[in-house]
């Protein structure tokens, strides 16, 4: 790779930390928050993840705080190119307790493209085969369809509702709350992200 091909795709260059089938992880920086705050902003995304998307300067900050914050991992989410495609977390990690939850953003040209099924199995790998978590738990709206056949095809098992739990645009709206024990992905029949 010459200079002008890392200047053309300068995410080619950075640090892998874990691989999925056709993607990889590397750790979000503060410089990515332009970025997340992008697909963030997108009005699918921000209705399907609950939030406003609010001002770049805040989530900037709160992109440097999250660097600095010992009980998630962030990462954007890569493909082989390097071309990133999403922004993927484990956020309320407590090693004590054995559990963190999932969380996935994509942008809205990589949706529907099997991308999200191939990082939320990276991830869980992460989750269970490296780190010592017992339960990896997932929310999203009760009408992400999409979402919601993602993580049941990954192994997550729907445990239930939180009733009008999340105020978006002036609407409440319904939470499904789905899990994924170690057992559970122990259990899974499909290759590991360190068999890639």
């Given at each position: 790779?010459?200079?002008?091909?890392?200047?053309?795709?300068?995410?080619?260059?950075?640090?892998?930390?874990?691989?999925?089938?056709?993607?990889?992880?590397?750790?979000?920086?503060?410089?990515?928050?332009?970025?997340?705050?992008?697909?963030?902003?997108?009005?699918?995304?921000?209705?399907?993840?609950?939030?406003?998307?609010?001002?770049?300067?805040?989530?900037r900050e709160r992109?440097?705080?999250?660097?600095?914050?010992?009980?998630?991992?962030?990462?954007?989410?890569?493909?082989?190119?390097?071309?990133?495609?999403?922004?993927?977390?484990?956020?309320?990690?407590?090693?004590?307790?054995?559990?963190?939850?999932?969380?996935?953003?994509?942008?809205?040209?990589?949706?529907?493209?099997?991308?999200?099924?191939?990082?939320?199995?990276?991830?869980?790998?992460?989750?269970?085969?490296?780190?010592?978590?017992?339960?990896?738990?997932?929310?999203?709206?009760?009408?992400?369809?999409?979402?919601?056949?993602?993580?049941?095809?990954?192994?997550?098992?729907?445990?239930?509702v939180r009733r009008?739990?999340?105020?978006?645009?002036?609407?409440?709206?319904?939470?499904?709350?789905?899990?994924?024990?170690?057992?559970?992905?122990?259990?899974?029949?499909?290759?590991?992200?360190?068999?890639?």
């Amino acid at each position: 790779m010459n200079e002008d091909d890392e200047a053309a795709t300068p995410d080619a260059t950075r640090e892998r930390f874990w691989r999925g089938r056709d993607v990889a992880f590397t750790p979000v920086e503060p410089d990515d928050a332009e970025l997340i705050h992008h697909w963030r902003a997108d009005p699918v995304a921000a209705h399907e993840i609950g939030v406003w998307p609010g001002s770049l300067h805040e989530f900037r900050e709160r992109v440097e705080a999250n660097v600095e914050d010992r009980d998630r991992d962030d990462f954007l989410v890569l493909l082989a190119d390097g071309t990133p495609v999403g922004h993927i977390a484990l956020i309320e990690e407590n090693f004590a307790d054995g559990t963190a939850e999932a969380y996935l953003l994509l942008a809205p040209e990589h949706r529907r493209k099997g991308i999200g099924a191939d990082a939320l199995a990276a991830l869980t790998d992460l989750a269970f085969g490296e780190l010592p978590l017992h339960r990896v738990e997932a929310v999203t709206h009760t009408d992400n369809t999409a979402a919601l056949a993602t993580l049941r095809g990954a192994g997550f098992v729907h445990e239930g509702v939180r009733r009008s739990s999340c105020l978006h645009r002036g609407r409440r709206h319904d939470n499904a709350i789905l899990g994924l024990l170690r057992a559970e992905w122990e259990a899974l029949v499909r290759p590991r992200s360190w068999e890639h």
